[in-house]
């Protein structure tokens, strides 16, 4: 069963247009899981709305087709590779919601 991760929603987005949530002063709008399915490495996100999901229960969303994986690796190193450049390049100083991603010419 899913469980609320206490982040409070900040109105701000992520540049993947997911909502930025804070909680005990670190801002967050993704965490993901790596898993191996069907002899693949899959990266997921873990995190919806106020909700965090385990491990098991993103696998079965990926099966199901409720949940889409983020990357897909041949190994799982580079999976995790994949999970740790993503992480370092999210962006959670966020833009309001609505607010344009292009930049002015």
Request: hydrophobic share 20%.
């Amino acid at each position: 069963m899913p469980t609320k991760h206490g982040g409070k929603n900040t109105g701000l987005k992520n540049q993947y247009g997911k909502p930025i949530y804070e909680k005990d002063g670190e801002r967050f709008s993704e965490r993901s899981t790596t898993l191996e399915i069907e002899g693949r490495y899959i990266n997921a996100p873990t995190i919806y709305g106020p909700v965090e999901l385990t491990s098991k229960e993103v696998e079965d969303g990926v099966y199901s087709g409720n949940i889409q994986p983020t990357s897909t690796h041949a190994t799982e190193r580079q999976a995790v590779r994949a999970a740790v450049m993503r992480s370092k390049n999210m962006q959670h100083r966020g833009r309001q919601a609505g607010e344009s991603t292009e930049k002015s010419r």
